[in-house]
């Protein structure tokens, strides 16, 4: 999730398409969350490691 954020990110700035860049930033953002709960041990989703 936060890879895809990250390439829409980019996808948005480069093209203008503001829509994307909003969608982005918000897939990057609940990506890094996640990945910061897994890594600190918190169960996410029913699941102990988030990929």
Do not use: E, F, N
Not at 6 to 26: F, R
Not at 28 to 42: K, P, R, Y
């Amino acid at each position: 999730m936060l890879l895809i954020g990250v390439i829409l990110l980019v996808i948005g700035l480069i093209t203008g398409v503001a829509i994307l860049w909003t969608i982005g930033l918000i897939l990057a953002v609940v990506g890094a969350i996640l990945w910061i709960m897994g890594s600190l041990g918190h169960a996410v989703a029913g699941r102990r490691h988030y990929w």
